[in-house]
């Protein structure tokens, strides 16, 4: 059974896509600025970020079904910047999955292969190939009324990939789902993603989907790209300080730069071995702490940034629990940590009571605080 739609898996050296110098601008504001990005053969590429940041704009873009205002797409080295979306080659799933609902399932994922006029028993091939690739072998008789929502959403992938296409795009694919149905539906999205090997780029706001679902994201705010990088590369390495709040938890310390990579938080002395040493004494800067980097267990006299703080609340959600911390040092700044169960009850975490911890040099970040920006940017 022949299941590869013609893509090697994710190569580096070969642009399987090319964005470059896309604007998008419309009466009163700009959807997109000066996007460029490079695609690489057979990876799933995810574009993260909020409503109206543009990725929805941008991926409609790419299929010809909203034209830029400036700048081109190429496709393996083609220039489709103009092309209508009947003459690029894609396949596309959206949200809503747009199947037919007076044909068949059978028919709704062969439609495709009917108009390109092949030859029945080619479509009947190819249609029973791909039903039981997605996990429906059994449904090619029945009509979208009859399944579920993941079951239509396999459906329509089914569908997308029936032409073999050069790439998959996805928009927002799972958000019509149930939180179970979409923890399942993503895993299988992308178990099929690498088994075919076929270059994707999926629009999402959630965060978790990206995280765990993308070779490399694509974080995007207010028309423009914050950072490109893999999941882990975002999530421990934001470059700006919006990465570091959308993408993920993260607690938010003001501080002052005291040099050496030093920083004052109220009244504590942080070292922060991550940030970046170019801050002069006296700069304004806030630090970025996601609620996992803090250690509590085994501390030495001289483990960095160690603090005594009182519990003032504890979240449970099961395996995985959340204590709000203070300090009277922290000038009322508050942290949000992440606690296991177990460790709740073996360090005895609990509200009013008082513990001991240490927050991870190596994990903390630093960003220019808004009004030191200002200021520079005013100067």
Known sequence: MDLNVGNPLADPARAAL???GIRKDFETFSALRDIHLR???????????PSGCGKTTLLRIIAGLETQTAGQILQNGKDVSWLPPDRRDY??????????????????????????????AEIKARVEELL???????SGAKYPSQLSGGQQQRVALARALATRPGLLLLDEPLSALDAIERIRLRGEIRRLQKQVGITTIMVTHDQEEALSMADRIVVMNHGVIEQVGTPMDIYERPATPFVADFVGKV??????????????????????????????????????????DRMA???????????????SKVEFLGGLCIAEVTADALHGQTLGLHFSLNQLHDLDIREGHTIEIALRANRIRAFAAPSASAARAHA
């Open 18 to 20: 090319e964005i470059v």
């Open 39 to 49: 695609v690489n053969a057979g990876e799933m590429l995810c574009f993260l970020g």
């Open 91 to 120: 396949g596309i799933v959206f949200q809503s999955y747009a199947l037919f609902p007076n044909l068949s399932i059978a028919d709704n994922v062969g439609y495709g292969l009917v108009n390109s006029r092949a030859r029945k």
């Open 132 to 138: 039981t690739l997605v996990g429906l072998p059994t």
């Open 251 to 292: 607690n938010v310390l003001r501080a002052m730069a005291l040099g050496q990579q030093r920083f004052k938080v109220g009244d504590l002395e942080l070292q922060c071995d991550a940030c970046d040493a170019a801050f002069a004494a006296g700069d304004a800067v806030n630090l970025y702490l996601r609620p996992e």
């Open 297 to 311: 267990e085994n501390l030495r006299e001289d483990t960095a940034n160690r603090m005594n703080v009182l519990v």
